[in-house]
């Protein structure tokens, strides 16, 4: 038996980025890490093979946020922008790719709406909001203020770009609070972003958001938290159960030991923590249990530059729904950080699976790998055949913020009351994103710290 005045279960970036902003607040503090693989890290795993580098999930992090920046300086990483060709980026319409225009202007000017669904869309400054704050989809929200054919051409392939969803079934306010918020606080998007350019009239526009990552892939933060916080490491302990006893939680592991702490942190997938808590307290498990996790495939290809007909200068391109083919999208990854490819040679990653086509990610690898090459040859113009293939299988991917999860926090919320000492983190709850991840541990600890 150990014990800990604190156990944070799950070592990905939100357990290991808790430990580290807690112990900077209270270095003293006697603090513990389990994580049930014998790795950390959980969805963020670089791996080199034959001279490719390979993201098997978080491929990287948008800079318009800055709590990974702040944490990779703080650990004396320096992160990797993406190239400048990562602005560009491309959908599929109509069986062709289209780029998306980069500034609004252009937008207008471009063929990827019809004139009718330009008019639409700026119809939206005159479409009345909602009075009620209901709790509406992706695909109602957007559809209802900027029409069908921008829903469907751009924010359905973003919202399965995020989360690999179904945005009929995704919740707008919990997905994309920024946007939902702009039509309660100033009646419309149009209006709201008028408003807010005028707000910062004289402070300097925010550049564009790029990706980043870290020039050995997203694994160096990992490292550098693992070097940061080692002996507190726990690797190889699957938590399966916990007790309460006299204001001490107990919490039982697969090889047998336990561990006892005064405070616990569930830092894994939903589904764990429900799988935890199964039988200390039902009503918590079953919340936790039905935010869902569908699964997703990543199937990595490495070509030589020449290969590819269509070229080679852009980040990537998403798959709308409505064009009924059977991969989400597929990303440059050696566009976007040249040294992911040997010379001469690119590395796309395709996205398959998701929420709403499940059975497609559980292919068996040949089939998966069929698949996923027919469609790059169509789309992208490939000749000949890949010279390097590895296939990444996540179960389960993503969790799904879907219309009623804010209704769902707040029952957890209420069940926590019960459980001194007892918190939940994650990316299940509040933010999918790496950004959001490491934020919410900031405010964690914060908030660990003041009781
Ligand atoms: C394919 C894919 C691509 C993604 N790409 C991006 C991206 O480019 N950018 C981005 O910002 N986000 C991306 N995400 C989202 C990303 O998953 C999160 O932002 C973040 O990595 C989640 O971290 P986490 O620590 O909350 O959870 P996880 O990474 O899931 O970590 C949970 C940890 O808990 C451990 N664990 C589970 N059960 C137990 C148990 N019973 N006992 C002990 N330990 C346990 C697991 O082994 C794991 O290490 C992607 C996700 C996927 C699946």
């Known amino acids: 038996m150990g014990q800990a005045e604190v156990v944070i279960v799950g070592g990905g970036i939100s357990g290991l980025s808790l430990a580290y902003f807690l112990l900077k607040k209270k270095p003293d503090l006697d603090i513990k890490i389990i994580e049930a693989e014998n790795k950390a890290g959980g969805?963020?795993?670089?791996?080199?093979?034959?001279?490719?580098?390979?993201?098997?999930?978080?491929?990287?992090?948008?800079?318009?946020?800055?709590?990974?920046?702040?944490?990779?300086?703080?650990?004396?990483?320096?992160?990797?922008?993406?190239?400048?060709?990562?602005?560009?980026?491309?959908?599929?319409?109509?069986?062709?790719l289209k780029k998306v225009p980069e500034d609004p202007l252009k937008f207008f000017a471009s063929s990827l709406l019809s004139v009718r669904g330009k008019i639409r869309m700026i119809g939206e400054y005159f479409i009345p909001p909602l009075k009620e704050d209901i709790d509406e989809s992706v695909q109602s929200f957007v559809s209802r203020r900027v029409g069908t054919e921008f829903y469907e051409k751009l924010i359905d392939p973003m919202s399965t770009g995020i989360?690999?969803?179904?945005?009929?079934?995704?919740?707008?306010?919990?997905?994309?609070?920024?946007?939902?918020?702009?039509e309660?606080?100033?009646?419309?998007?149009?209006?709201?972003?008028?408003?807010?350019?005028?707000?910062?009239?004289?402070?300097?526009?925010a550049p564009k958001s790029m990706l980043m990552s870290f020039r050995n892939g997203m694994v160096e933060l990992i490292q550098s938290l693992e070097n940061k916080l080692?002996?507190?490491?726990?690797?190889?302990?699957?938590?399966l159960d916990i007790t309460l006893n006299n204001g001490l939680y107990n919490l039982y592991m697969a090889d047998g030991e336990y561990l006892q702490a005064t405070k616990i942190v569930l830092a894994?997938?939903?589904?764990?923590?429900?799988?935890?808590?199964?039988?200390?307290?039902?009503?918590?498990?079953?919340?936790?249990?039905?935010?869902?996790?569908?699964?997703?495939?990543?199937?990595?290809?490495?070509?030589k530059t020449e290969q590819i007909g269509f070229g080679t200068g852009l980040y990537g391109f998403l798959v709308p729904h409505r064009e009924k083919r059977k991969i989400l999208?597929?990303?440059?990854?050696?566009?976007?950080?040249?040294?992911?490819?040997?010379?001469?040679?690119?590395?796309?990653?395709?996205?398959?699976?998701?929420?709403r086509s499940p059975d497609l990610a559980l292919l068996p690898d040949e089939k998966l790998i069929e698949t996923a090459l027919s469609e790059l040859r169509d789309i992208?113009?490939?000749?000949?055949?890949?010279?390097?293939?590895?296939i990444f299988r996540w179960q389960?991917?993503?969790?799904?913020?879907?219309?009623?999860?804010?209704?769902?926090?707040?029952?957890?919320?209420?069940?926590?009351?019960?459980?001194?000492?007892?918190?939940?983190t994650g990316n299940a709850y509040r933010g999918v994103s790496v950004n959001d991840c490491i934020q919410n541990s900031i405010e964690l600890a914060d908030k660990f710290l003041s009781l």
Request: proline share 6%.
């Open 43 to 96: 969805k963020i795993v670089s791996e080199n093979i034959s001279s490719f580098l390979c993201e098997a999930g978080v491929n990287g992090f948008l800079n318009n946020k800055p709590s990974t920046i702040v944490l990779a300086n703080e650990l004396g990483i320096e992160p990797l922008m993406g190239s400048e060709h990562s602005k560009v980026r491309y959908i599929l319409i109509d069986g062709q």
């Open 163 to 182: 989360y690999a969803g179904d945005p009929t079934k995704m919740s707008m306010k919990s997905c994309f609070p920024k946007v939902y918020w702009l």
């Open 184 to 205: 309660k606080k100033y009646g419309g998007l149009i209006k709201g972003l008028i408003a807010l350019k005028k707000g910062k009239k004289n402070v300097e526009t």
């Open 230 to 239: 080692a002996s507190k490491i726990l690797k190889n302990k699957k938590v």
């Open 268 to 303: 894994c997938p939903a589904h764990e923590s429900a799988n935890i808590v199964k039988e200390f307290d039902k009503e918590l498990s079953k919340l936790l249990a039905s935010i869902p996790y569908p699964p997703l495939s990543v199937v990595a290809f490495g070509f």
């Open 329 to 355: 999208g597929c990303l440059f990854d050696s566009t976007i950080f040249p040294n992911r490819a040997p010379q001469g040679y690119v590395l796309l990653r395709t996205m398959i699976g998701g929420m």
């Open 380 to 390: 992208l113009s490939i000749k000949g055949n890949p010279e390097f293939i590895k």
């Open 396 to 424: 389960k991917a993503i969790p799904q913020y879907q219309v009623g999860h804010e209704e769902k926090l707040r029952k957890i919320d209420e069940r926590l009351k019960s459980f001194p000492g007892f918190y939940l």
